[in-house]
């Protein structure tokens, strides 16, 4: 079916005791805490694997002068070095996935140059430090700031990046209070668990690879271009996917270099991990952003004029850009609106999807310019976002779906104690602690993509359902198998999930925070055939049938499925996007409220307590959604405090690019944390009647605790993360204005 209609009653809305909806711990933990979920390295499908090495790119710009693999290949164990001189051929680029290795220009540091194949890891590493290579190196371009004005409008996009309504200029010329605001964010990392790995094996003219991948369907459909081949002919196999929050949605040299080589060793397997350091250097980054803010309000608060404009950066020859100015279309009412974006390229590795692209840093300036606002007006933040909210969406002139984001600002308020809020600055001090507390909303888009799902019941009463969704820790496992038990009314423990396999229906994969919607309402309309089926092998009244404990139950009739199914039952399902998308504005909605401590002689920052509201919908499984939301805020507080790569201004080189470089919050750092949902059901969304969560959560978390920063300190910092020398520098110039005052 597609969502051209909204939905009506379901099962899950009328059938009560079920699965859906229950804290159920995840069904796969056993397995993980227990070391028998098989990440992609750990497979022992694919018999007698040479070992791969990547060999990267030591220079940002220029090109190879001569590589010389003599020594390598004479060293012990190894049997392959691939380089630009042996590569099989490629075909095209296709979702940000290209060739590699298919000639001499280099286009950042970190660009795989060889690879090296031996019979063990450690032989392959030693071989790959023993490559001489030698480049003619030009001067690249590398830093944001310098190249705004080459920044070009961006030519391929989803989404226009542009948008415009009514007058901005001049609304915002005749405003009674502005505020013009430049914030920027800088380069950061996807900094997942599990390092991308893969292994590949050729049969034929037939390639698979076992590999950590977020989006299996799309990397098929990718690694099918640059591999010359029929889509069919391309199988990858994801089971367990250990974190990946953008980094894995498209393949990367560890699947293309894997099978590459695999081929030229006549099909032999080849398996590559990227080390930790190549995760940061040759993989996918977070742009860094330079935005503008400019907001207009009259002396009441009510804005009439927002303009957002975004500056961000990838690859040369790419066109990924953050959309960081596209919330700003929907979230505050106002009569003059103007957002845009442009594109620099530097030199450095390509810009691509992270933890909620475009609104995660898009909303640490929009939200941190509406707190100046609320204080230049001299009104409470919330107060100021109440004023503004829409009755449509402001852009698209449609419906909201569903919106409750003043009620979650509100729940917020009165949960957090907000009342308790001393308005001025560095006002409140605990011993040696400036505290302060900030707010901020949270948005993000909710979008659905096409899922199918195969579900077949045996006469055991085990339900086994497929599709090539995958679990990236997220908890797909146990969402899924909670809405087929209670849809075919069976326990959980009796659903077989078979996940990350492009050889089973198609399905949206991980990422966007549309998994669990696409997947899961696939599914669901694959368990309606399958109950229509059943139903239709009894004389029960389906208008009125409920399935519970084994059994289909219809007024004063009930049958038991054991009794029906015969020698097994198989049905399909698919989900597919409507006019729906068109004719409602869907987002999902939060409120963040942080308090922070400031240290008045080192300007240290510590998070003392946070609290997100939220609404996502039918909430099929309150833990894992907690456990989503709080995951988010948690990204939203290293966003605001620590998270960024330093680029080297001279070489274009990453300066911290590991894990004891690259500083992510750790428990210590993450006090009191809370996540709070607000019951809601979208009958516009999906069958399921849920939104997306994965993402949610960072959205706006970052820019309360910046605001919390400043109520604590009156030091205002819009270049993110705020780290303590800038609340130094801040310490320093007020008292430097003290003593001139």
Known sequence: MDMSQPIGVTPLDTQTGGPVGRPIDRVDGPLKVTGRATYAYESREMKNPGYGFVVAATVAKGRIRDIDTASAERMPGVVHVLTHRNVPPQGEKKEQVGPLLTGTEIRHAGQPVALVVAESFEEARAAAAAIRVTYDQDKGAYVLADALAEAKKPEKARTPPDSSLGDFEAGFAAAAVTIDARYTTPVQSHAMMEPHATIAAWEGDRVTLITANQMPNRGQDALASVFKLPKDNVRLISRFVGGGFGGKLQPQADAILAALASKNLNGRPVKVALTRQQVFTSTTRRSDTVQRVRLGADRDGKLTAIGHESWSDTTPGDSFFETSANVTRSLYAAPNRLTAHRLASLNLLPASSMRAPGEAVGMLALEGAMDELAEALNLDPIELRIRNEPAEDPEKKVPFSTRQLVPCLREGARLFGWDKRNPKPGSVRDGQWMVGHGVASA???????????????????????????????????????????????????????????????????????????????????????????????????????????????????????????????????????????????????????????VDADTGEIRLRRMLGVFTGGRILNPKTARSQAIGGMVFGVGTALMEAVEVDPRFGTFVNHDLAEYHVPVHADLPEIDAVFLPELDDKTNPLKSKGLGELGIC??????????????????????LTLDKILEGFTAKETGQRRA
């Open 443 to 597: 948005a993000r888009l909710n979008p659905l993509q096409p899922a199918k799902a195969r579900v077949r019941l045996d006469p055991d009463g085990t339900l086994t359902a497929r599709m090539a969704m995958t679990d990236i820790g997220t908890g797909t496992y146990t969402i899924l198998s909670q809405i087929a038990a209670e849809m075919l009314g069976l326990e959980v423990a009796q659903v077989r999930m078979v996940l990350g396999d492009t050889a089973d229906p198609m399905s949206s994969g991980s990422g966007g925070s549309f998994g669990a919607a696409s997947s899961g309402s696939a599914l669901y309309m694959a368990c309606e055939a399958l109950r229509g089926q059943l139903l239709a092998k009894t004389d029960l009244n389906p208008q009125n049938a409920v399935f519970t404990g084994g059994r289909i139950t219809s007024g004063n009739g009930s049958a038991a499925l054991r009794d029906v199914i015969g020698s097994g039952l198989e049905a399909e399902g698919e989900i597919k996007p409507g006019e729906n998308e068109k004719k409602f504005s869907q987002y999902s909605y939060g409120a963040h409220f942080a308090e922070v401590g």
């Open 700 to 721: 706006g978390a970052g820019a309360a605790v910046a605001n919390a920063v400043y109520n604590a300190t009156g030091i205002r910092i819009r270049d993110y993360p």
